[in-house]
Every structure is written in structure tokens, then in C-alpha cells.
């Protein structure tokens, strides 16, 4: 598991605005689930995987800068489409007293919408060389059915030629036409899931689990292969792993806004994984990462500060 990979992150950047406490001013960013993992992975194995993110974006100035930053973090952008017809997604973030977060999004007209898809149909031929691709539910959720349908199909057949998949449920209700259909695509994604980094939130609200141990239990009748149970404070557990309970998860020592802390945590855990380190070593490098982020303002948290 141990030797470089060219790791694969699909989906959707979006132009972030980061409001101060009294709401008045923001800050502007550029960050997305899927983004974001793929920047804090670069940030732990500089020079070690080759990181790209892959996307469609317009062809105005906020995608032009947006790119630019993607590449100043050292994740490629090469496999990133341009539309001339679209804008990218916008969103803003609020948070309360305790870092809690609230989200307003204008993406329904994204240029990320119109990922893979060509005149003819669709075309999955960007991911074409990559050993590992990770998305989310996000990235299947913004995607026309027809084109989901289709890259899950093309997951399956990059698996049996040996590629690794990775995902992440990040459940978001507003994205879907309906539960049954998130349902019914996140549940393929988690039978053909080689590294499972699913939030116990995100399952519960999805799937009705009545706790974490009932999650648990269902992630691993999927058949994933290795992963995290991502539980917040309470710390990660393995997924068709074995505990170690020499590890020590210690909470974050203070919590400002917990933007990106999964995607922090995937980050982190594939960086360290695909590296060689064991499950337990993985679990803690992405329980450490998000710590740090969730206290700092923002998805991708400045590199001086970043720890």
C-alpha cells in the first residue's frame, strides 16, 4: 500500500464566502468537500502522491483565480473542464457561538453539474490513469442520473482492473430529489467501496441507524474494505478493522467553525494510509488534522496555520 499513487478527487468547487461573527463582512474563498480532502492530502504528503482534482468550471475570473489556488496547493487541475456557458457554485458560511455552521447555497446552475458529460452522452475518459478515486455523495448528488448511473458503473470496472475507490456518504438532504434516492446510490457506492469514510451523522440521517454501533454494523455488511467511522469528539472507529486501544483521541481544544472537519479527516487518513501507516495511524492523523482545522475560521485554514 505503500508506494506513490495518483489519487483522483472528483467534484464540486464552489466560490466560499466566510462571514464574520456579526455577518456583515466576508472573506472570499474557494473550497468543496471533495476539494478540500484533496488540498489537506496534499498538505500531509507533499511530493509523495499525485494529488488532482477533477471538475468542470466556467470560464470567468472567480474560476480562473479558483483554479490558480487549487494549483498553489499543489493538487493538479489538469483533468478540470472549462464551460463557457456557466458560473461556478456560491456559498456562504454563518456559524453560531459554539462553531456550529450554517450554509446558503446558489449552485443549481453550477458548471460542475455538466461533469462528464458530452454532446454524445458521457465520457469518463479524465480518470483514465488514476490508482485511487475518491468522491462524495455530494459529487453523485449534483450529478443528472444518467451520468451517476454511469460513473458508479465505471467505479465497478475501475476496481476489477485494479484501481482503489474511496468515498464518503456527506449526506446533504436539500441535493437530492428524494431520501430513496440517496439511498439508493450512496448504498451502491458502499458495496463497491474499497476505503469508507462515512460521518455517523451523515449515515443516521440517511439510513434511520439509531446509533453508532448500528451504523457500524451496516457500513461492514456493505463489504468495505478498510475504513473510519468518523464520530466526531468521540473520536473515529475502524471499519472492518481492528481497534487499538493504545490510541488516544483527544478532542479539539477549541472548537470556531467545523467547515471541512470530515474532509480534513479524509484528508489526512488517505494521506497516511496510501503512505503505508496502519488503520489506527491513519484514524489519527485525520482525528489530529480536523482538530486543528475546526479552529480556525473556514474550509481550508491558512498554511501558517495550519500546523
Same mark, same amino acid.
Given at each position: 500500500m505503500g508506494q506513490a499513487r495518483r489519487v483522483a478527487c472528483i467534484g464540486e468547487a464552489m466560490v466560499e464566502l466566510s462571514m464574520d461573527t456579526a455577518g456583515q463582512t466576508a472573506r472570499i474563498g474557494y473550497a468543496g468537500d471533495t476539494l478540500n480532502t484533496a488540498i489537506y492530502m496534499a498538505r500531509e504528503c507533499p511530493g509523495v502522491h499525485d494529488i488532482a482534482f477533477v471538475s468542470t468550471v466556467g470560464t470567468d475570473r472567480f474560476s480562473g483565480d479558483m483554479l490558480a489556488f487549487i494549483e498553489s496547493e499543489g493538487v493538479s487541475t489538469a483533468a478540470v473542464a472549462r464551460d463557457d456557458t456557466r458560473l461556478p457554485g456560491l456559498y456562504a458560511i454563518s456559524t %453560531?457561538?459554539?462553531?456550529? @455552521? *450554517?450554509?446558503?447555497?446558489? @449552485?443549481?446552475? *453550477?458548471?460542475?453539474?455538466?461533469?462528464?458529460?458530452?454532446?454524445?452522452?458521457? %465520457?469518463?475518459?479524465?480518470? %483514465? !490513469?488514476? %490508482?485511487?478515486?475518491?468522491? *462524495?455523495a455530494i459529487t453523485?448528488?449534483?450529478?443528472?442520473?444518467?451520468? @451517476?448511473?454511469?460513473? #458508479?458503473?465505471?467505479?465497478?470496472?475501475?476496481?476489477?482492473? !485494479?484501481? #482503489?475507490?474511496?468515498?464518503?456518504?456527506?449526506?446533504?438532504? @436539500?441535493?437530492?430529489d428524494s431520501v430513496e434516492a440517496a439511498r439508493q446510490a450512496v448504498s451502491q457506492a458502499w458495496r463497491n467501496c474499497d476505503i469508507g469514510l462515512p460521518s455517523v451523522d451523515d449515515e443516521m440521517a440517511l439510513f434511520g441507524d439509531k446509533d453508532a454501533s448500528s451504523a457500524l454494523a451496516r457500513l461492514e455488511a456493505y463489504g468495505i474494505g478498510i475504513g473510519a467511522l468518523k464520530r466526531g469528539a468521540d473520536g473515529p472507529v475502524p471499519i472492518n478493522g481492528e481497534a487499538d486501544p493504545a490510541l488516544c483521541f483527544d478532542p479539539a481544544q477549541k472548537v470556531v467553525d467545523t467547515t471541512a472537519a470530515g474532509d480534513s479527516f479524509n484528508g489526512a487518513f488517505l494521506a497516511a494510509y496510501l503512505a503505508g501507516n496502519s488503520l489506527g495511524e491513519a484514524m489519527l492523523a485525520g482525528h489530529n488534522r480536523a482538530a486543528k482545522v475546526i479552529g480556525i475560521r473556514g474550509a481550508i485554514v491558512p498554511r501558517q496555520e495550519s500546523g
Open positions: %453560531d457561538a459554539n462553531g456550529e @455552521r *450554517s450554509f446558503s447555497y446558489w @449552485r443549481e446552475n *453550477s458548471a460542475a453539474r455538466t461533469l462528464f458529460q458530452t454532446a454524445g452522452g458521457r %465520457d469518463f475518459s479524465a480518470l %483514465d !490513469g488514476f %490508482d485511487v478515486v475518491y468522491l *462524495s453523485l448528488a449534483i450529478l443528472p442520473l444518467s451520468i @451517476r448511473s454511469g460513473l #458508479l458503473d465505471w467505479i465497478s470496472g475501475f476496481r476489477k482492473r !485494479g484501481g #482503489l475507490f474511496a468515498f464518503d456518504s456527506n449526506f446533504r438532504p @436539500r441535493l437530492w
